[in-house]
């Protein structure tokens, strides 16, 4: 562990607290969407997902606590310390719940519709959208197209035959075929399945200068 | 919709826009939306009872036990959510200076929330967020805006925005400069996007 190795060294230290707890937060965020993915399409593989989320999300909780017990030499740091673990805290909970949502999947949702009836009427709503042939998204990194900035709709999951790539990384080239689960508003996905359908061409910026 | 369904659909987005501000007040360290999550919790209670309370109602009626166990552990994990905003919350309602790093991480993660403030010549000055489609246009959701001492939290498409106004939004980190942009008047929108 860095902490062991250099005890003194304060950046170290913080960087690696940092780095559990961006990793804590960016879980918590997408852990919940797929939850709900989960219940809509009635899919066990998001659900294996979520649980699988889950145990990291733990391992992290653990982490972040024997870092935090360790940092503590005052009075002072067990205050300011224990303010993040109650933010880690938090975060964890999330996770839980979301848990807990995937596990109502064994009550057959599918056969009361209430459920999907809400989650397509809540306001940001989840949807499926497949990439086209004739769209001119295929083929191009995540990174480049910005998805969510263009349109307001962020893909929390893609399917590609039957692998599933969930929380794609930038990196990611998207695919004639994938099919994107994204979650926003009504009007950010009419216009997300224009592009995806090919209706309309992908919007291309001059570049700015240096 | 019933109001079994109204209510589900509320406490959802509630416990969204709960775990928005929770985060947001946390990296700007700010009481008066730490104070807004917890007043909203208190409505979440109440839904939740009132959720359990029909969800029972209606498996006396038609027998459908599966579907009230649905609903009522739904609403249970969804009221988890809430509390976990809350949790988080509660850290700044204490009074306690956050610790530095938890707001860069904050500041490092997926989706961050971030402040701009509405200038004068901007398009968004005396609109609506259903006319912007701020969403859509710039990839970042308004949490809430402070207009003055007042919030509005969880503004709706007919909410207005105007000159002065900060508004609250969470987004992915490379809509923040054409937010920026847009609210202070340097970038104006085309007339397809508000279309």
Do not use: C
Not at chain 2, 86 to 115: C, F, G, N, W, Y
């Amino acid at each position: 562990m860095p902490f062991f190795d250099s005890p003194d060294d304060e950046e170290d230290e913080h960087l690696t607290v940092r780095e559990l707890l961006t990793e804590m937060k960016d879980i918590s965020e997408v852990i919940v969407d797929l939850a709900y993915a989960a219940l809509l399409f009635d899919s066990q593989e998001i659900g294996a997902e979520v649980h699988h989320l889950g145990s990291r999300m733990d391992t992290l909780n653990h982490e972040i606590k024997i870092r935090m017990m360790l940092a503590s030499r005052t009075k002072q740091d067990a205050v300011q310390l224990s303010v993040l673990l109650q933010v880690a805290e938090g975060a964890a909970a999330m996770s839980k719940a979301a848990g807990d949502i995937v596990d109502l999947l064994e009550l057959n949702p599918k056969g009361s519709p209430i459920v999907s009836l809400v989650l397509k009427e809540a306001e940001e709503k989840i949807r499926l959208q497949t990439l086209s042939e004739q769209s001119d998204m295929k083929g191009k990194t995540l990174e480049s197209l910005s998805v969510e900035t263009e349109t307001g709709m962020r893909i929390i999951a893609i399917k590609r035959g039957i692998r599933w790539i969930y929380d794609p990384e930038k990196e990611v080239t998207l695919k004639e075929g994938d099919v994107l689960v994204v979650r926003g508003t009504e009007d950010g996905f009419e216009r997300l399945r224009r592009f995806a359908t090919g209706m309309e061409k992908w919007p291309v910026y001059p570049q700015e200068g240096p | 919709m019933g109001p079994l369904e109204e209510m589900l659909l509320e406490i959802k987005d509630t416990s969204e826009l709960m775990v928005d501000l929770a985060y947001s007040s946390l990296l700007y360290n700010n009481r008066d939306i730490a104070e807004e999550v917890n007043q909203l919790d208190a409505r979440m209670q109440e839904l939740e009872n009132d959720i359990q309370e029909m969800a029972v109602q209606n498996a006396v009626d038609d027998k459908d036990i599966k579907k009230a166990l649905l609903i009522i552990r739904l609403a249970q994990s969804v009221g988890e959510i809430s509390g976990a905003a809350m949790k988080i919350a509660d850290v700044v309602r204490r009074d306690v200076p956050p610790h530095p790093v938890i707001q860069l991480s904050l500041r490092e993660t997926d989706i961050i929330i971030t402040a701009v403030t509405v200038g004068v010549t901007s398009d968004l000055a005396g609109a609506t967020l259903g006319k912007i489609k701020l969403a859509t246009n710039t990839g970042m959701y308004a949490i809430a805006i402070r207009r003055g001492r007042r919030y509005i939290y969880g503004p709706d498409q007919y909410t207005m925005m105007m000159e002065g106004d900060t508004l609250y939004v969470r987004g992915p980190e490379d809509g923040e400069q054409y937010l920026r942009d847009l609210a202070n008047g340097t970038v104006h929108l085309e007339p397809k996007d508000l279309k």
